[in-house]
Antibody
Framework: EVQLVESGGGLVQPGGSLRLSCAASGFTFSSYAMSWVRQAPGKGLEWVSGISGSGDDTYYADSVKGRFTISRDNSKNRLYLQMNSLGAEDTAVYYC??????????????WGQGTLVTVSS | EIVLTQSPGTLSLSPGERATLSCRASQSVRSSYLAWYQQKPGQAPRLLIYGASSRATAIPDRFSGSGSGTDFTLTISRLEPEDFAVYYCQQYGSSPPWTFGQGTKVEIK
């Protein structure tokens, strides 16, 4: 059974940093691209970042480029999102999502339950 | 960046009725790389359709997707009580960002 479990969310002050983690199981992690998607309270979905199965290719939304870094550890079946210089606009539930192939960043077939990041003083 | 516009914003229907949801792209979506998701309150999105018309695993056949280029449609042939939710389209065919539409809420009339 495929499982994705996010952790690392919480309350952080403006300008602060946070590192999200996503533990994956039930599939060959290194064979699939992974993405982070966020949802601000009461709003729609926003794609944030994606990484290829090998980890060689990374992509970011303009809204987070230069502040967020996606990475993965295929030996540990873990996906990460390092978030720096956080602002109120980054407040959201962050989901990790599995692609359907090594370079597929949409049409995500499995999602975690999400972890809430709140940026506030 | 490809902008996806979903319509209508809200669809008020009764169980048993047919639902037709639209997703229009600001430019052509390569290889029909268009997905549809369902999201219920407090839950993660659930993949319904990928590649514009392929049903994801375990998705009932009352859900169908169609379209190509810039115009895509999700059809629910007969609404079941559990189908009342918010639906999002996403394009993933061109270079990033792989954008979502703003969502269509299907509510009980």
């Amino acid at each position: 059974e495929v499982q994705l479990v996010e952790s690392g969310g919480g309350l952080v002050q403006p300008g602060g940093s946070l590192r999200l983690s996503c533990a994956a199981s039930g599939f060959t992690f290194s064979s699939y691209a992974m993405s982070w998607v966020r949802q601000a309270p009461g709003k729609g979905l926003e794609w944030v970042s994606g990484i290829s199965g090998s980890g060689d290719d990374t992509y970011y939304a303009d809204s987070v480029k230069g502040r967020f870094t996606i990475s993965r550890d295929n030996s540990k079946n873990r996906l990460y999102l390092q978030m720096n210089s956080l602002g109120a606009e980054d407040t959201a539930v962050y989901y990790c999502a599995k692609g359907r192939g090594g370079y597929s960043y949409g049409g995500n077939d499995y999602w975690g339950q999400g972890t809430l990041v709140t940026v506030s003083s | 960046e490809i902008v996806l516009t979903q319509s209508p914003g809200t669809l008020s229907l009764s169980p048993g009725e047919r639902a037709t949801l639209s997703c229009r792209a600001s430019q052509s979506v390569r290889s029909s790389y268009l997905a549809w998701y369902q999201q219920k309150p407090g839950q993660a999105p659930r993949l319904l359709i990928y590649g514009a018309s392929s049903r994801a695993t375990a998705i009932p056949d009352r859900f169908s997707g169609s379209g190509s280029g810039t115009d895509f449609t999700l059809t629910i042939s007969r609404l079941e009580p559990e189908d009342f939710a918010v639906y999002y389209c996403q394009q993933y065919g061109s270079s990033p960002p792989w954008t979502f539409g703003q969502g269509t809420k299907v509510e009980i009339k």
